[in-house]
């Protein structure tokens, strides 16, 4: 048939043919803008206005539907192809998604120019897109990942040497300003977003039509928990789904918890409610010490995000009361243990059985970590707080609850000891005693007392421990030495060497020096120090530091300066005791070590006085420096030593001062002190001395006090006779006795020893008690300088003949004295004998009519 008789046929066809492509493509829509019924609607509505036109066009009858043109042609080649329709709205959405990604893509190459215009161009789209003034919610994530970088471009341009080019400052200068005004504008949005991504990003954008709503969330919980049964409870999770907690379903959900632990937008406050209702529910030890176990990890991970921030303070009480619970568990129920090498068990549906042949269930896990993590929280929980507040007072009692975990932790692990078939490591009883004696080597023994006896309170009945018997620790000191020979016997490396630098410590702390100094010398640590971590380090710099106080209020005054001479003299006491992070001018730091730096840190209650440290050691140099200092201006021959370059420096300074006031700080009362002992007046110094406040921090201030007054004393009279010994014959005992108010047997055995120390050229007399001075061995003051100033001329000349032939090259004659025993010589055939010679004679002229002499200092030399 020809196809110019199907015309009504052919147009009802392509009319049939256009509804189906427009119904196809309603449906499209419809899967695409499923949010958007308003919109579909009128789209519908065109459609509906499209197909009738095209029926009554194809409607029309003969040559009428052969007359169309290009425009047809290109329609139905159009018409050909799937159309994709989309809303205006979409359309604004896609534009948004593509300025974020290319804000994205600049964030790559660090390009803040290009960011910056993307960012002007994502603020006025954001303001197009937003519906009844709230911002699209991608829009404000995009707000917030653009401040984190920015923020962290800042920090990293802190600490880089290499500056950003001057485009790129301008473009980050300009988005920070933008940033700022934008989040002020949208805080509520920008802090819901920080506070939970997900909830936040569950968006009206993505799904705002409002049949997914539901509202019906806190009813449903509500008819839930109406209908739970007996042994369980239900709440809703997300999504409004029910979430059912029973016993038999504990281990799910703890699997659940482990395998989302340590990822990205992980609410860890939620799995520790839930974990809190799961021990509420647990029924059998196993499932107890399971929960307790994955619990305290929970907290402790919320600690694990940030370095510099603590862990909430009731998450670590919650922490020490969850392990205080687990002894407690493990102690009922003895056939369960918790052990570091046990197997997981991987069957959630049915927990373990002791099976034939086995006495326990052992759970994986490790008490002794848990807890060493919760004492490192402690300590850094009080790093972070004011030390001159309350709360560090009241932070510092929680220590007594700390102590008290550790000391059932020791117990629990004796307990495993005595199974031999456990192969309980010794390594963690050794951590875990070692715990316990950094928490008491720096105390005085009246406190440790305290710590032992409420430590003991808490331990169950029937048990003792094998490692420290309650009979034998009563005494503190009896306790150091126990936990120290233990670790002595059973350790090695690291924990053997830090367990004697405690017990040096503790002995030091109670006035035991020569113990103390013993050790310290057998342990020949000096030697090895530098091989081990930086904490052991700052261990023995404590150590050290403690032993020469503890010289000190001995009276030892000659081995409290040496020992204290390696911390003091370096000018850096707060670094080397972890007590103050020091600035040095042109050191480069990155945040990496200013971070490590901070967290080595000692806690304020464990200082040691800087002040006073200070005054010990400077006191210390005077009664030292100042007698030595008299010798050698006295007697030039003796070989110049320096005993404290930090002090000599300090007293220069302090002599170089035009006018000198009254003292202000322990530094000035030690330096006037010094003027007075140099100058002879020993009772001035004494004054100075006393009047130093920082005494009364001393054990025995007045036992102190006392000591002090007798060395100054002391080297007091050393320093006069050091003096003024070239201008006596002969000086009684009883004359120096009243001067210094010394017994006369103290006078003459002080000076026997000066005599016998050859410090002193002098006899004693013992029948008339006169000390007789021999002439001509020491140099009165005029003769000490000229003979200073001879051997400075003689070092000149040297070095002046050095320079000479460095600027000659070795010239030859430069140097040349024919007839050494002739001042000048004779030059001119030897005529004369007269300065110079004759210029006539046989000698040999240079040519140019000169002849080299050395210019002024050959001339010299001639002459």
Known sequence: MSRFFTGGDSSSESSSDEEELYSSEEEGQDQAQKDDSDEDESEEEEDESESESSDEEGGRSGAARFLRGEDSESEDSDEDRVKTVKSAKDKRFQELESIIKAIENGQKINDWGSISNEFDKLNRHASKVGESGKPPKIYIRALVELEDFMNETISKQKVTPKKMNATNARGLNAVKQKIKKVTKDYQTQVDAFKADEDEFMKSEDEAPAPKVRKPK???????AAADADEEGFSTIGKGGKTLQFTPESIFKHLRGIMESRGKKNTDRLEQIKIMEKLYSVAVTPYQQIRVLLTLVSARFD???????????????????QDI???FEVLNKNQDHIVFE?????????????????????????????????????????????????????ERLTDEGSLYNVIFRGQLYYEHLRKDSSLETPQDSVNRIVMRRLEHVYYKPAQVVKILEENAWKTAPAGFESTITPQ????DATNLLNVLCNY???NSEGIIRARAMLCQIYFLALHDEYYRARDMMLMSHLQETINSFDVLTQILYNRTLVQVGLCAFRKGLVYDAQNTLQEICGSGRQKELLAQGVMIQRFAQVSPEQERLEKQRQLPFHMHINLELLECVYLTCSMLLEIPLLAQTGSSPDVKKRVISKTYRRMLEYHERQIFTGPPENTRDHVMQASRALAAGEWKKSINFVHSIKIWDLMPDTEGIKTMLSKQIQEEGLRTYLFTYAPFYDTLAVTTLSSMFELEDRKVAAIVSKMISHEELAAALDQVTSTVIFR??????????LALTLSDKAAQLIETNER?????????????DRRGQNQRGGARGGGQRGGRGGARGGGGQRQAGGTQFTGGALGAAVRG
């Open 775 to 784: 002439k001509g061995v020491e140099l009165s003051r005029l003769q000490s």
């Open 471 to 474: 009979a034998d620790v009563a």
């Open 302 to 320: 919320l600690s694990a995000g940030g370095t510099a921030t603590s862990m909430p303070l009731e998450q670590w009480k919650a922490a020490e």
């Open 217 to 223: 969330a806190t009813d449903t919980y509500t008819e």
């Open 341 to 393: 090498g046990a197997e997981e068990w991987e069957d959630d549906e049915k927990p373990p059985t002791l099976q034939d042949g086995e006495k326990y269930i052992k759970v994986p896990g490790s008490i002794v970590s848990y807890i060493e993590r919760l004492d490192d929280e402690l300590t850094r929980s009080l790093q972070s707080i004011d030390p001159h507040t309350s709360e560090y007072i």
């Open 803 to 815: 320079t000479l032939e460095q600027r000659t090259q070795g010239t030859a004659n430069a140097f």
């Open 487 to 489: 670790l002595f016997i």
């Open 324 to 326: 205080s619970n687990l």
